[in-house]
């Protein structure tokens, strides 16, 4: 009972990865032969394998009996022993690695964290692949996860990806094309809502309202605002209009924000990031 899994790669995301399936709840009866019985944690170094040291003692026993080892330097050997094998590497390393980490029968399951490289590139070494795009929030169990999978995947393996991956937060599938277009929307995404808040942080303090409380009201209408365009299901144009009153601070403050272009410096910089990735799946 239970396989195998090796995180080649452990650091940030292998690492919140890590963790998301090691704590998942207890799995009910048709969810509990997604879940490893052990996973083997692979870095190069030993002050990588430290920090996953670090991280795994703290943890407390797995509700689903996972078991966790953690290898330095042995990519060869945990991935012989795999039967899923998740890639957390910085996407220069993933040829390399791949290399030398032959799949001989075909039969393992790769699934790949790596930015910008395509399910076509990594077919080369292994037949069944899924392609992960998500990001730092799944440290905290927030993440957004977007799958896709090559076509030699079946529909168990797809659940399987999907039942461990969505332990990060939200897991979705979309075409292997629309995945440059991901990884800029939820992979650098944060990035691009942080700058958001520390806008409106910086708002606050200029107009007088202390650093920690800005800080505060500026966290709290983002995630408000999140639950309520979810809760409604309106569109959120319809929404914004219900907040701005006829000849209002609302729409005065939208009105300059368009003439700063904030909307289409939105757009075209998810847009940038998008080109950069499909950049660095092309770069060899
Ligand atoms: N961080 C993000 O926000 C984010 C978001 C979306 C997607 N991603 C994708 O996730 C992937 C991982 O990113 P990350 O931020 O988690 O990177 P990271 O923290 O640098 O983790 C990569 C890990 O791989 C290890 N490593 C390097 N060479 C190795 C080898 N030959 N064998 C085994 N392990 C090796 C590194 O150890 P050493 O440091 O000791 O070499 C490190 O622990 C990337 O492809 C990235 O595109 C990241």
Known sequence: MGYTLAIVGCGVMGQALL?????????SEEAAKYYPSKIIACNDTAASAELVENLVSGLKPSPNGIEIEIAIDDNERATGEAKVIILGLKPFVVEPVLSQIPNSDG??????????????QLNQHYKKVSRVMTNTPAK??????????????ESEEKALVSELVSQVGTCLELPEKNMDAATALVG??????LLM?????EAG??????????????LKVLEG??????????????LKHQVCTPGGTTIAGLCVMEDKGVKSGIIRGIEEAAR????????K
């Open 19 to 27: 963790s998301a399936i090691y704590n998942a709840p207890k799995a």
């Open 225 to 238: 605002t999140a639950k309520m365009v979810e809760i409604t299901g309106q569109a959120p144009g319809a």
């Open 197 to 201: 808040i520390e806008s409106m942080m």
């Open 205 to 218: 303090l200029k107009m007088g309202i202390p650093l920690k409380e800005s800080r505060q009201c500026a």
């Open 107 to 120: 039969s393992k399951l790769l699934i790949s964290l790596a930015a910008g490289i395509t399910v076509g």
């Open 276 to 283: 950069v990735s499909k950049e660095l799946g092309q770069k």
């Open 140 to 153: 905290f169990g927030y993440g957004t996860a977007v799958v896709s999978h090559s076509e030699s995947v």
């Open 188 to 193: 650098s995404g944060p990035a691009f809502v």
